[in-house]
Nanobody, 124 residues
C-alpha cells in the first residue's frame, strides 16, 4: 500500500510565499512524474506544476514565474513553492505521483496516487 502525505500550506498574506511538501511511503520501486494540482470549491482539479522523472520542471501559466517544483528521489518527496501569492491562489492543493510498487519482489505497473490535500488561503 502507498501513502502520500502532504505538509505545509496554511494562511498566507498577499505577496507572501507558501511551501508544500509531499512524501510517499510504501513498498515503492520507483516514482515517475510528480505533479501538484489545486482545486477551487465546486471546480475540477487543475494542474499547477509538474516535474518528470528526469527532473525537468514545468509550471502552469497561472503560476509561471512564481513557482518552484522540486523532487528528492532518495527521500521519495516532492515540494512546491509559490511566491508572490494572490487571493486567487486560494485553493486546496494536492500532490500526485505515478508510482510503481514491488509486486512479489518485482516491479509492477505504474499507477497514480494522490495526497490528502492541503488548504492554502491567501488573505490579509
Amino acid at each position: 500500500q502507498v501513502q502520500l502525505v502532504e505538509s505545509g500550506g496554511g494562511l498566507v498574506q498577499p505577496g507572501g510565499s507558501v511551501s508544500l511538501n509531499c512524501t510517499a511511503s510504501g513498498n515503492i520501486f520507483a516514482i515517475g512524474d510528480w505533479a501538484w494540482y489545486r482545486q477551487y470549491p465546486g471546480k475540477q482539479r487543475e494542474l499547477v506544476a509538474e516535474i518528470d522523472s528526469k527532473n525537468i520542471p514545468k509550471c502552469g501559466d497561472s503560476v509561471k514565474g512564481r513557482c518552484t517544483i522540486s523532487r528528492d528521489d532518495t527521500g521519495n518527496t516532492a515540494a512546491l513553492q509559490l511566491n508572490s501569492l494572490r487571493p486567487e491562489d486560494t485553493a486546496v492543493y494536492y500532490c500526485n505521483a505515478g508510482i510503481t510498487l514491488y509486486h512479489n519482489g518485482f516491479p509492477g505497473y505504474e499507477f497514480p496516487y494522490w495526497g490528502q490535500g492541503k488548504q492554502v488561503t491567501v488573505s490579509s
